[in-house]
């Protein structure tokens, strides 16, 4: 008779659970209303890049992260977007010794720690950048960030940066925005802070915040034209597969969709068809392609990214920055290889989300690009 009990029990139970669940899911909504995104005016325009012309003729960039995941475009993309334009003194640093573990793929070895930073700029940093991190309130990293603040630093956060840098007291009443997944929790966290949409890089009074992972890309576009001119901007920009960048930004393409959260939740419940792709490590390796490809293939909840080589030493990028392989190996590894090869960096992500949509269906490749927070091809150039 218990048993009887108990089993009606369970069977309620997971009844209650599939009508909440069947509740939930059609409560999102089919698609979001993508709209064509606002222009930005010029003299708006203008503002930013005076809002974020530097103090010297040479700055000084510092990107922070913490050693366990800290996110991987968010981390890797303005380093090598910024080294490559050689317009300021670019460091990648983390709070403690050791290398840093990044999200969701790729482990490098940073250029220094905070306290080395601090002992060779005691002057502080030009700008800060603050990737987002697997926890927001870290307190090295939290002290740190007021620090560099305090000396004047400019303090960009990307992505869900945006919430390490509300942490941290320095979004109190500016305008701002954030990965539109995690909006409304700044926002609950910091009711002060005031939202601007349609914007991937928005700044006010020495902190700027932007969108979601891929909008690291044109924020350090634009930061190079702050620094050193609008044609310098364009010939960084053309090395990476772009001909247009701006702010313009489609808040109401991204959000919580039905088909966003039924493919999720298929693609981690086959947690018996999982596949990870090789990608070689090789010496001069383009970090941004890198990471962008790396970042997408494993985002898509059926697929991970591993860095492969045939030695456990760290290799170097194109701008400098030190990979490490997540696997040494000698022989055929039998795992798929991503080459890399000389793609520029817009090509690179985009025929990935392609390669994604064609082996695992257009609706994963919409889970990874919506995820990136990454607009359409025609209005991202």
């Not at 793609?343 to 992500?349: H, I, N």
């Amino acid at each position: 008779m218990r048993m009887k009990v108990l089993l009606w029990s369970l069977t309620g139970a997971v009844a209650v659970f599939a009508a909440f669940g069947a509740t939930w899911l059609l409560s999102l909504p089919s698609s979001p209303a993508a709209t064509s995104p606002p222009p930005i005016a010029q003299d708006e325009a203008d503002a930013m890049r005076a809002a974020l012309k530097p103090r010297r003729s040479r700055p000084l960039i510092a990107i922070i992260g913490i050693n366990d995941a800290t996110e991987t475009t968010d981390y890797v993309m303005p380093y090598g977007i910024l080294r490559r334009a050689d317009v300021a003194d670019v460091v990648a640093l983390a709070t403690g010794p050791g290398p840093v573990k990044l999200y969701p793929a790729l482990t490098v070895e940073p250029d220094a720690t905070i306290a080395d930073f601090d002992a060779r700029h005691p002057q502080g940093a030009d700008y800060v950048i603050v990737p987002a991190m697997s926890r927001d309130d870290d307190p090295a990293a939290l002290a740190w960030i007021r620090a560099q603040a305090a000396k004047g630093a400019m303090v960009i956060g990307v992505c869900a940066g945006a919430k390490v840098v509300g942490e941290a007291g320095l979004l109190d009443g500016k305008r701002a925005t954030t990965h539109w997944y995690y909006l409304k929790e700044l926002r609950k966290e910091h009711p002060s802070i005031r939202y601007v949409a349609d914007r991937r890089l928005v700044a006010d009074q020495g902190v700027a915040t932007t969108t979601g992972i891929s909008a690291s890309m044109p924020m350090s576009l634009i930061l190079i034209e702050a620094i050193a001119g609008r044609g310098k901007a364009e010939d960084v920009a053309r090395s990476l597969g772009l001909t247009h960048w701006d702010e313009r930004h489609d808040s109401s393409a991204f959000k919580f969709t039905r088909p966003f959260a039924l493919t999720a939740i298929a693609n981690t419940l086959a947690f018996w068809n999982r596949e990870q792709f090789g990608i070689e490590l090789v010496r001069g390796i383009d970090e941004v392609s890198l990471a962008l490809v790396a970042d997408a293939w494993s985002r898509t909840y059926r697929s991970r990214a591993v860095t492969l080589a045939r030695t456990a030493d760290a290799q170097p990028t194109l701008s400098g920055l030190r990979v490490l392989p997540d696997r040494v190996v000698t022989e055929e590894s039998g795992l798929r290889l991503r080459p890399i090869g000389d793609r520029k960096p817009a090509t690179a992500l985009d025929e990935t989300l392609q390669a994604i949509s064609a082996r695992y269906g257009p609706h994963t490749g919409d889970l990874v690009a919506m995820q990136l927070e990454y607009p359409a091809r025609q209005t991202f150039r």
